[in-house]
């Protein structure tokens, strides 16, 4: 994966320059047609547009796709965006869909200590929910859609209480969504690899089943009292099956920084090199100055991506110095009401505007970073072309109304349209 250096084309795209970008290449003429390659056969001309805030508003040339920096070919579709401002769509780099009541009744949660309660009140609301996994995941992934996101890795729980169903949920609701969304499933052993009797030998199945691009893991030491074992064993899937790895890795002390090593010493050995991701990794903040430093230089260096969802001030990760050393972070949503928690909504501009938050940010340009690390960090982490309106970049973007970019980031307003692939697929809130 190798960073982008494309032609600077509009003022306001600076403030969201950055570094890593993981480029990923367009889609096979080969490959079967799909429903939005079919959207992506005529030019479209998004007319009077202000790219990033700019003052002067101008045309967005789409051709298969893709923005153009030429003129519109004859006969292109005219989507006329009256002066609104035109920013990167949003990716959700850490989503929970499968495990989600978003659209049904309020659900009263129980008190909770640790991860296996949690676990426990997972399986409880599984098994009482009226709609299947595949509906539910819908609705919450389309109503994403609605807010911005162009893309997202989602995390689907894989133990025996469940089977396969969330795998097979969560890709069903991928492909009825693949003209508006770009999704990466991880099988993600919830329960535990190896305390779990079972997790393994699904793993193993969801891996060779296809439907899933990365498998997971969670905190080796803490919660699975195994950690060469539950490393060895996803690691090995991975690199038997050409799947990607993402750990969940919350522990705040000693332990984290252990598990860490020994997932860099594992990406060496295995030449996993870009295709490893840790999510949280709560214990990167506790470090001083100079063990962080060395910690992210091995990260840069094996290419390992790392996610934050900007829980708290003292729990998000150190993204500049990460990015110093060359460490891509997307920002990610996290659970969306589910047992864990009545809070989320899978908007990622409130995400963006929660890292500000939390960060403690004023500064205009310290805004329009908390955006780019929701608009193109995550597409890093996801290996896909950041859609930073650039000729050549994807044509996803959203459309609002506002001043400015760091205005947008505080303000949060409603998303007029939002376009992907060059098609709009969202009107005022709604799917079109």
Request: with cysteine; glycine share 10%; net charge negative.
């Amino acid at each position: 994966m190798t960073p982008l250096s494309r032609r600077g084309m509009l003022a306001g795209a600076a403030a969201l320059a950055g570094t890593g970008a993981a480029a990923s290449a367009a889609p096979s003429a080969a490959a079967a047609p799909g429903a939005r390659d079919d959207k992506r056969r005529k030019a479209v001309v998004f007319r009077d547009v202000r790219p990033f805030g700019a003052r002067t508003p101008v045309d967005l040339t789409v051709v298969d796709g893709r923005i153009t920096g030429g003129r519109a070919p004859h006969g292109a579709e005219v989507v006329d965006c009256d002066g609104r401002v035109a920013l990167p769509s949003l990716v959700d780099a850490h989503i929970h869909p499968d495990k989600t009541t978003w659209g049904g009744d309020w659900v009263t949660r129980k008190p909770a200590s640790g991860i296996a309660d949690y676990v426990a009140q997972d399986v409880e609301l599984f098994k009482s929910q009226p709609r299947p996994v595949g509906e539910r995941a819908y609705g919450l992934m389309a109503h994403a859609v609605t807010r911005g996101t162009r893309a997202m890795r989602a995390h689907v729980d894989v133990a025996p209480a469940y089977d396969l169903a969330g795998v097979e949920g969560v890709d069903t609701a991928r492909d009825r969504l693949r003209h508006a969304l770009d999704v990466q499933i991880v099988a993600f052993p919830q329960h535990g690899v190896v305390r779990t009797p079972g997790t393994a030998e699904l793993l193993e199945e969801a891996a060779r089943s296809g439907r899933i691009d990365l498998v997971g893991g969670i905190d080796p030491i803490s919660f699975d009292h195994a950690m060469d074992e539950q490393l060895d064993l996803v690691f090995g899937l991975a690199d038997r099956h050409g799947v990607g790895v993402d750990i969940h890795l919350h522990d705040r002390d000693e332990k984290g920084t252990k598990v860490l090593r020994a997932i860099i010493d594992r990406t060496r050995a295995l030449s996993l090199r870009g295709k490893v991701t840790v999510s949280h990794v709560f214990c990167l903040p506790k470090l001083a100055d100079r063990e962080l430093a060395a910690m992210a230089a091995d990260l840069g260096d094996l290419d390992i991506s790392l996610t934050t969802v900007a829980p708290s001030e003292s729990l998000v990760l150190p993204i500049a110095k990460l990015r110093e050393h060359g460490v891509r972070v997307g920002l990610g949503s996290d659970g969306v009401r589910d047992a864990w928690s009545p809070f989320g909504n899978a908007d990622m501009l409130h995400r963006t505007h929660l890292l500000g938050w939390v960060t403690d940010v004023r500064l205009d340009e310290e805004l329009a970073d908390c955006y780019r690390v929701g608009a193109h960090g995550g597409s890093d982490v996801m290996g896909l072309d950041r859609a930073d309106l650039e000729p050549g970049a994807p044509a996803d973007f959203v459309l609002v109304r506002a001043e400015c970019l760091p205005q947008v980031v505080v303000d949060m307003p409603q998303r007029d349209m939002v376009v992907h692939g060059g098609r709009v697929v969202a009107r005022n809130g709604k799917l079109v």
